[in-house]
């Protein structure tokens, strides 16, 4: 079954430092990946996507992920945190042939400090 | 204007009783989804509909139900709510090679 994993449930980082967010996902043949961000209270909303086009993706807020799968994973990463980057981040994974269904990770916390 | 608007926002109900959570989409998508948040486990998808005459279960479709009134709208059902269905719900659609869309979310607690 398909399948994605985030490392940490909960990630702090002081402002201006790096954010990485992990995530990974199981399967031999490479899927589409995405991050989506929950600010609390919201939906969701996409911040970026892999779609088997160029392993670095560029997305909104100046978030960006590289796709690498030969360790099967689609890592979150920002040079610089800043305050209103603290939400929920989503990884999820949609295959081929399984009708657009997202699986979602359970979810990283970032809470970004002074 | 959204363009998932999910009906009610908010919402108290007592164990036992029938409820129904709206979903109406401006996409122009045939898919919709409704997913299930819960603290620590991330969304689980409830049912999926590809358009109008196919609905089908995802990995948690037991105690719901839904229908698919038209393209735009997916409503779900609880017919005897309970308190472990005490959840946020999100309804999402998406193009056949789209990012799926989400609404902004119906808090349910179920009493």
């Known amino acids: 079954a398909q399948s994605v994993t985030q490392l940490g449930s909960h990630v702090s980082v002081s402002e201006g430092a790096l954010v990485l967010l992990r995530c990974n996902y199981s399967s031999s043949v490479p899927p589409y990946l995405f991050w989506y961000v929950q600010y609390p209270n919201q939906g969701l909303q996409l911040l970026l996507k892999?779609?088997?086009?160029?392993?670095l993706v560029k997305g909104i807020n100046g978030f960006e992920a590289e796709f690498k799968k030969s360790e099967t994973s689609f890592h979150l990463t920002k040079p610089s945190a800043h305050m209103s980057d603290a939400a929920e981040y989503f990884c999820?994974?949609?295959?081929?042939?399984?009708?657009?269904?997202?699986?979602f990770g359970t979810g990283t916390q970032l809470k970004v400090e002074l | 204007d959204a363009d998932v608007t999910q009906t009610p926002r908010n919402r108290i109900t007592k164990t036992g009783k029938r409820i129904m959570l709206e979903c109406s989409q401006t996409k122009g998508h045939d898919r919709m989804y409704w997913y299930r948040q819960d603290p620590g486990l991330g969304l689980r998808l409830i049912y999926y509909?590809?358009?109008?005459?196919?609905?089908n279960k995802g990995e948690i479709s037991d105690g719901y139900s839904v229908s698919r009134q038209a393209q735009a709208k997916f409503s779900l059902s609880l017919e005897s709510a309970i308190p472990n269905q005490t959840a946020l719900y999100f309804c999402a659609t998406s193009g056949s090679n789209t990012e799926a869309f989400f609404g902004q979310g119906t808090r349910l607690t179920v009493v």
């Open positions: 509909s590809f358009d109008v005459k196919d609905i």
């Open positions: 892999y779609t088997s086009a160029a392993t």
């Open positions: 999820a994974v949609r295959y081929t042939g399984g009708g657009n269904k997202l699986t």
